[in-house]
């Protein structure tokens, strides 16, 4: 089990690492990580640190990136690819202890760390890549060629609903570039990320390369905006935080990534396999309990089916077992914490409002051992118009909106009828319509006969609009928030070459 643990009257009480060691937050205070399946179980305690403690972090993390930088980086791959192993080996105890902490169920739960191991594996294979480019020059006996080199410290904010796979696609790639990291992760799943931290630590990290804290947005995450050492931000989060931290980044001139929020949909023509659509539209729903930016929160369905589609969704929807996520046969465990259930209920009252059709669920469970926790049944509302509020807004929950259309093309207008661009699907049998929806859809993520949800790490991840400000990570590009270019010129003629000037003259 972890070092980070001390044992205080019974309860487990996490400390901050940084510098290769497990530290005490100066403020001696901590807030609670609760079971979301059972809130009267606290999963630990974890200090509230303050801008001081992020301050020694962001010195540990700058004193490190010297040595770090000049690591030759196939040998700080090796370092990453055996944290890949680590994470092979604690798979399990990682995945229940993210049940434990925000709810998704097991098998979802060990592929959030899966996703970790790939990446653990894809960002090591770049130790021996980072490439960068050479081209002729214009004269003779140049040499010319634009090298990669690291930006320096890195602050790395990340959300609840991936809580290892989130922090992998960061850490990892800013790592292999030659980076350090100050990571601050989410309030709700701090003991994963803990445990994350660990496993990289143990697989040889020099002290500083990576370093975290716990606490709030506004007593660490803001600090390490502020700090003039942390040369990038990279964030995932909701569009409110994301758009406020870019504001600020854009005035420091800092680098920032931002990965937000989404409203995604599948796209269900006539010609469609229904019942595989079903089966896709179920999962890209109600997977995750709905929290995840590629989640599908709309279904978009060509008239002449709707009624089949709506009558089959609805009944596989009705049959999906709620409980707490450790149970093997639940298909949907709890949300993440009470304000987030009060939220999505919210929009459940929006959408009732609105004159939505609530086809199934709308009701926060409180039977039994469910009252215990955070539970909202899966919710399908039909009939719903694209501008409604349920059908623009993220929930973030499980809570999805049917939308009839009358044709193929007006499918694609209502999918990107939204000021978001992450994932969007469409099923169909027709090649050519397959193709045009590729060529349509405004998201940096499309899917055909597959639901919104289920992106490998080998291609880059990313929305348009406002889901990010055009970066993407993971695949080839995840390297790319991480690095500068440096171009580099050799002149090796022993003479005074002019570019522009030389080759011209006598014109
Ligand atoms: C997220 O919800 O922020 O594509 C990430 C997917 C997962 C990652 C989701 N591989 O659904």
């Known amino acids: 089990m972890t070092k980070t643990l001390e044992k205080t009257t019974g309860q487990q009480v996490y400390h901050n690492f940084i510098d290769g060691k497990w530290i005490k937050s100066e403020t001696g205070r901590t807030f609670a990580s609760f079971n979301p399946a059972n809130l009267d179980e606290v999963v630990g305690h974890f200090p509230l640190s303050n801008a001081n403690d992020t301050k020694l ?6 004193k490190a990136f010297h040595g770090w930088k000049h690591t030759p980086a196939p040998e700080r791959a090796e370092i990453i690819l055996k944290a890949a192993y680590l994470l092979e080996t604690r798979k399990e105890e990682l995945a229940r202890n993210m049940v434990r902490e925000m709810g998704k169920v097991i098998k979802e739960a060990r592929g959030d760390v899966q996703e970790a191991i790939d990446m653990a594996k894809y960002a090591a294979g770049e130790g021996r890549r980072l490439l960068g480019m050479t081209t002729p020059s214009e004269l003779r ?30 850490i990892l790639p800013a790592l292999v570039a030659g980076n350090t990291v100050v990571f601050k992760p989410a309030s709700d799943t701090p003991l994963v990320a803990m445990q994350f931290v660990e496993i990289l630590n143990e697989a040889g990290l020099p002290p500083g390369v990576v370093n975290l804290i ?30 406020r931290i870019a504001g600020r980044c854009g005035e420091l001139m800092k680098r920032i990534s931002c990965e937000l929020g989404g409203k995604n949909a599948i796209c269900v023509m006539e010609d469609a396999d229904i019942d595989l659509a079903v089966d896709g539209a179920l999962w890209g729903s109600f997977g995750t309990a709905g929290q995840r930016c590629t989640a599908t929160s709309r ?23 709620i409980g ?7 298909d949907v465990g709890p949300v993440v914490s009470k304000s987030q ?73 209502v999918a990107n009828g939204t000021e978001y661009g992450l994932s ?3 099923y169909t049998h027709d090649v050519n319509r397959a193709f045009k929806a590729i060529e349509e859809f405004e998201s940096g993520i499309v899917y055909i006969n597959a639901p919104t949800i289920g992106a490998e790490i080998q291609l880059p991840f ?8 055009g970066h993407r990570e993971a695949g080839t590009t995840a390297i790319e928030q991480f690095t500068e270019w440096k171009s580099v010129y050799v002149d090796y003629s022993g003479a005074l070459q002019r570019a522009q000037i030389d080759n011209y003259e006598g014109e």
């Open 57 to 62: 972090a962001v010195d540990a993390a700058h």
């Open 141 to 170: 006996n140049k040499f010319a060629m634009a090298v990669r080199v690291p930006i320096g410290v890195i602050g790395v904010i990340t959300p609840w609903n991936f809580p290892v796979a989130i922090p992998s696609w960061k």
């Open 214 to 243: 716990t606490g709030s947005g506004s007593e660490v995450g803001m600090p390490l905006i502020e700090d003039p050492r942390v040369g990038c931000i990279s964030v995932t989060g909701s569009s409110v935080t994301g758009r």
């Open 299 to 321: 279904i978009i369905i060509h008239e002449k089916v709707y009624k089949q589609f709506a009558d089959k969704f609805v009944a596989r929807a009705k049959a999906l077992k």
């Open 324 to 330: 707490d996520g450790l149970d093997p046969k639940v």
């Open 341 to 413: 259930l009060e939220s999505i209920h919210e929009y459940v009252e929006i959408g009732k409002k609105e004159g939505a059709k609530l086809l199934f669920g709308g009701r926060i469970l409180t039977e039994g051992e469910l009252g215990k926790g955070c539970f909202h049944e899966p919710t399908v509302f039909g009939d719903v118009k694209p501008t409604m509020r349920i059908a623009q807004e993220e929930i973030f929950g499980p809570v999805t909106a049917l939308i009839p259309v009358k044709s193929f093309e007006e499918a694609i207008e």
């Open 424 to 426: 969007l699907s469409m």
């Open 462 to 469: 990313g929305g348009v609009k406002q889901t990010g400000n």
